[in-house]
């Protein structure tokens, strides 16, 4: 009877799915319920996909990788499945060193690691006036850590979103409403597979 208690409370379990961002996940200048993290819960739980999904948005605007490993070590004790980590952008508007951006997010990866946690890496370009080097050292980074670690990867996380003025608000760098319309479709694309994996695991079957 035990046995089958606790497979009965695995199986129904929710998914605990935590975004670890800045301000592009935060929603900054739309209201959190129209930020992507919110699109996908709503999407996950919708009657054709009938997710069970906790999600938690630990996004905060204008922060950079510096504080990710001890945020998520704050995260911890709620017990997340699947981490969205969409960190770096700032480091790269400030210049950051991206060796020490690298050791940060290199840290938080490990560290959800090792606490069974499935990550998710979104990727970030920055403009063309920080110079190419710069540039290609700042994206590069986000390949390296997905390789090293094996993570699932989203390349870009503003595809379709950057440098496109009616997806963007007035000062040309959040998205507006439509524009986190595409990016919660963006993350769905790696998202969802994982998701529907990870449920189907719960609930013992392959």
């Known amino acids: 009877i035990l046995i089958f208690l606790l497979f009965s409370f695995k199986a129904n ?3 605990h799915l935590l975004f670890m961002g800045d301000s592009l996940s935060e929603g900054y200048g ?6 992507f993290p919110n699109i996908i819960k709503q999407q ?20 950079t990788s ?15 499945d699947v981490l969205v980590l ?3 952008a700032n480091d790269g508007l400030r210049g950051i060193d991206v060796d020490s951006s690298s050791k940060n997010l290199a840290d938080t990866i490990a560290l959800a690691k090792k606490n069974n946690i499935r990550i998710v890496l979104t990727g970030m370009l920055i403009p063309p006036n920080y110079g190419e080097d710069y540039r290609n050292k700042f994206s590069s980074m986000y390949e390296k850590l997905k390789v090293k670690y094996d993570l699932d ?20 760098i959040h998205p507006n409403v439509e524009g986190h319309e ?25």
């Open 13 to 15: 379990a929710q998914l």
């Open 66 to 80: 510096a504080n990710a490993p001890s945020r998520l070590k704050w995260f911890l004790k709620s017990k997340p």
């Open 153 to 172: 990867f989203i390349p870009f996380l503003l595809e379709g979103v950057a440098g496109i003025k009616e997806y963007n608000q007035a000062d040309g």
């Open 86 to 88: 969409a960190l770096g």
């Open 182 to 206: 595409v990016l919660a479709r963006n993350v769905m694309k790696v998202l969802k597979p994982i998701l529907v994996a990870e449920n189907d695991k719960r609930k013992g079957t392959k």
């Open 30 to 35: 739309v209201s959190r319920e129209k930020a």
């Open 44 to 63: 996950l739980e919708s009657n054709e996909l009938g997710f069970k999904v906790k999600v938690t948005n630990g996004s905060v605007s204008g922060s």
